[in-house]
């Protein structure tokens, strides 16, 4: 490691010892939904974190007590730091967190907190790092019936600023992050062997931004982090999660530890189109054992082969709404699976074409949207990339004043209740306004009602305007263009570094610093900074320079 990730040295590993979802996810606490018909087989994880000091226990008989029916327990992280819970130590009063809970019969997943921030190990040797934890003779052997496959945790970098949106994604590109990625995975299983695939865990946010929405990694098991939700959204190529954290609570009688169930709780498919596999998984079939399944409720058109649900959804079932319930073979945990099957119809969002309006001209259209899930289930409508000054509302219609000239890229999007959905883009230009408009003078009201002026009528950008009594010529002739400018010689009144007031060349891309507005008592109100045209002294001179302040109800705002 170097520089800033230099926190192995650390007693105790005191800022790198989470327990899964410690950096991911704001805190939260929130209850499983209810949306499947049995209860899901739940679990937690935990960490050095849930030892405040070297002799503190975890009540792992508690913990089974309670309903936990796994676990995952921190191995390591990068190449530098090892959980000494994980195996424990008889000589430094170290609790063997995952025999423990083997012991109580908890199913165990040993979790290994990557950081591929450069510094800490290749990919491959913090997969050998966290396996040497987890083969250690203290450890409880990897290959028991309780031991289920290693978990990568991969979320956001610790130890970057998540408020401030720094770099969460360890300094990596998406192409570096996947090959990351797939080295570990390679290592590991050689590490541990391939009859158990390694689970992933991560958050559909950060997977979708670090991977680039690499689909590689569909067929590995899933550990997603979501919470306060009640259908979670996934990351890019998986149809659904095996393991959903979904918030924190008291369990075992630790409080704020983390909370998960095995899945899934809801799917959604299309009516007509052919549905990514749904891989169904208990604690025994990911501890490497036999385990066959039976499902009554599927929707017409699927079946259930080998663990696996496929199929295409009856081309006419639209809006109809299964609860599936899926038995494993005898002895498996969880012993029944029951969830909801939504079938939705096809949803397009129409472009309208790529558009271009003039600064300053009102807009109203409507973006078309066709939903086969009936009135009942109207879509919502919601549009990025709009030009300033113009809004969407949920029906689809844009409206405002186009202020700012430029191209941009607009993304229109649709849903609805049933989960269908679409979208379209397309470009918007926005063309700079003509140098015309209403023509007048600029006064100082209230006080020497002397008018802006533009000393000599000067063309050059940088010219500094001043204040002069009122002759009604040139220099004193300023136009209101509709696209929010204010100009003299074909120049935009400008606000520079906040505070200096100038004539400059109209930006033709826009700039709210060139645009004015008027305010509630006649002032004139800069876009860009929310100030007021300024002269320091009500009783100004000839050749008082303006200046900016915050607006106010005076005599010496223009």
Request: with cysteine.
């Amino acid at each position: 490691m170097t520089g800033l990730r230099g926190r192995a040295g650390i007693a105790g590993g005191a800022l790198i010892i989470a327990a899964l979802g410690g950096f991911a996810i704001p805190a939260a606490t929130t209850t499983a939904p209810a949306l499947a018909a049995t209860t899901p087989a739940q679990g937690t994880d935990v960490s050095s974190l849930q030892h405040p000091n070297p002799t503190s226990t975890i009540d792992w008989s508690a913990m089974a007590s309670s309903g936990m029916t796994f676990t995952g327990v921190k191995a390591s992280e990068g190449n530098y730091y090892t959980n000494p819970y994980y195996a424990g130590s008889v000589a430094k009063s170290y609790e063997a967190d995952a025999q423990q809970a083997v012991n109580a019969g908890l199913y165990v997943t040993p979790y290994i907190f990557a950081n591929p921030y450069p510094g800490n190990g290749t990919a491959a040797q913090q997969a050998d790092y966290g396996a040497a934890v987890i083969k250690a003779s203290t450890s409880p052997a990897y290959s028991g019936n309780h031991m289920l496959p290693v978990t990568l945790d991969i979320e956001p970098d610790p130890y970057v600023n998540q408020e401030s949106n720094s770099n969460a994604c360890y300094g990596l590109t998406q192409s570096a992050m996947q090959a990351w990625i797939s080295q570990f995975i390679t290592e590991i299983k050689k590490d541990l062997g391939t009859s158990k695939a390694p689970i992933i865990y991560t958050t559909a946010d950060w997977w979708n931004a670090c991977t680039g929405n690499d689909t590689a990694f569909s067929a590995d098991p899933l550990w997603l982090a979501s919470y306060g939700v009640t259908n979670p959204g996934l990351p890019a190529g998986w149809n659904n999660y095996t393991i959903w954290q979904y918030g924190q609570g008291t369990v075992g009688g630790i409080s704020g530890i983390d909370e998960n169930e095995m899945g899934p709780v809801l799917q959604v498919a299309r009516a007509g189109t052919a549905i990514g596999t749904v891989r169904l998984r208990t604690l025994n079939s990911l501890a490497g054992q036999a385990v066959t399944y039976s499902a009554t409720g599927l929707p017409p058109g699927l079946t259930l082969s080998a663990g696996q649900i496929t199929g295409t959804p009856a081309a006419g079932d639209i809006g109809h709404q299964y609860t599936v319930t899926v038995t494993p073979s005898a002895g498996a945990v969880p012993s029944s699976i029951s969830f909801t099957w939504i079938i939705h119809g096809a949803l397009t969002v129409t472009s309208p074409g790529n558009r271009t309006t003039t600064a300053g001209t009102p807009v109203s259209l409507r973006v078309a949207v066709s939903d086969q899930d009936g009135a009942s289930y109207p879509p919502t409508i919601t549009a990025s990339g709009l030009p300033p000054g113009m809004v969407i509302n949920k029906s689809g219609v844009i409206t405002g004043w186009p202020t700012m000239p430029g191209t941009y890229t607009v993304h229109v999007s649709a849903s609805d209740a049933l989960y269908a959905s679409g979208s379209t883009t397309f470009t918007w230009t926005i063309a700079a306004a003509a140098n015309t408009g209403f023509t007048g003078l600029v006064r100082q009201v209230g006080g020497t009602a002397k008018c802006l002026n533009d000393p000599g009528a000067a063309t050059a950008n940088g010219t500094l305007l001043n204040l002069y009594t009122c002759t009604g010529g040139t220099p004193q002739a300023w136009t209101t263009v509709q696209d929010g400018t204010i100009r003299a010689q074909g120049k935009c009144l400008t606000v520079f570094h906040s505070t200096t007031v100038e004539l400059y060349a109209c930006a033709s891309s826009g700039s709210a610093n060139q645009q004015w507005r008027a305010g509630t008592d006649g002032e004139l109100v800069n876009a860009q900074y929310g100030t007021c045209l300024y002269f320091a002294n009500a009783s100004a001179v000839n050749g008082s320079k303006p200046t900016m302040s915050a607006c106010q109800n005076s005599t010496s705002q223009t």
